[in-house]
């Protein structure tokens, strides 16, 4: 329900499983799971009432009976936590959670094990890293996520984010590359390198990027202003205000209307 944007249907899936069980692991997962729904996906996002449910979920995790249980899902569901603190704006209260997390695991759990659940936790560590201004942390972090999973395409989009903020236009792109040849199609992907062609004055790579996001998305808002931009300052006026045209149709009236560049 959720991969369908079906919120509600969620919601009641989430609500029905607590209502028949009262079981540890049937509430802990039901309370996370909607405090992602509420964090991430839903609109408004409503981070207040996530941390309400995802708290529930830190409860029950640490008073789990057995020690490697409690261990390794206190640790799932402070990395939770800390994303919506994340998204709260409490950068510095989400990154002592994450680093909490991983020395518990670190303290008592082998290198190999539970290898999935570690990177998760530094992959959100490295996205607090670029939030607060340590790029050179934050790129060592996402390079040796890189490292242990080459084929996880958001850890090469990550780092061409870093790579964006010091102005190695380059070497974002040759991360996007990457990850165009081994990861589905994403909207944010081509768009992010669109514009990053765009700043290097590669005008038609940006402009087949755009493109392609308009095949995928033809309602994207951001990428047919970018493209409007493009379009303008090649001097195709009469395209250029087609597309903005769109997009200014697109925008709620309240919204701010600016290209991403993350």
């Not at 997390?101 to 560590?125: C, F, I, P, T």
């Not at 102005?167 to 514009?195: K, M, Q, T, W």
């Not at 951001?222 to 200014?248: N, P, Q």
Request: net charge negative.
């Amino acid at each position: 329900m959720l991969g369908l944007g079906r919120l509600d249907e969620a919601e009641a899936l989430c609500s029905e499983v607590r209502q028949r069980y009262a079981q540890p692991f049937a509430h802990m997962t039901t309370s996370y799971f909607l405090a992602m729904i509420y964090t991430r996906f839903a609109e408004p996002r409503d981070h207040e009432k996530a941390i309400g449910f995802q708290n529930n979920a830190v409860v029950i995790a640490k008073s789990l009976a057995d020690e490697r249980q409690r261990l390794v899902y206190s640790g799932f569901h402070d990395n939770g936590l800390a994303l919506i603190e994340m998204h709260r704006g409490n950068l510095a209260r989400a990154l002592t959670l994450v680093d909490d997390a991983m020395a518990r695991v670190d303290a008592k759990l082998g290198a190999d094990e539970w290898v999935l659940h570690r990177s998760q936790l530094l992959y959100n560590r490295g996205r607090l890293l670029g939030a607060t201004g340590h790029d050179d942390e934050a790129y060592a972090t996402f390079t040796t996520l890189s490292e242990l999973d080459p084929h996880y395409t958001d850890y090469l989009s990550e780092r061409a984010k870093i790579s964006r903020k010091r102005g190695d236009l380059a070497a974002a792109i040759r991360d996007y590359d990457r990850a165009d040849e081994l990861g589905p199609p994403f909207v944010e992907l081509f768009h992010n390198r669109g514009s990053a062609y765009a700043e290097l004055g590669m005008v038609e790579k940006a402009r087949a990027d755009f493109d392609f996001v308009l095949d995928m998305e033809p309602d994207e808002a951001d990428t047919l202003l970018s493209r409007a931009e493009l379009l303008l300052g090649e001097g195709e006026l009469e395209a250029a205000a087609a597309d903005a045209s769109r997009a200014l149709a697109i925008f709620p009236v309240t919204r701010d209307c600016c290209a991403c560049a993350a």
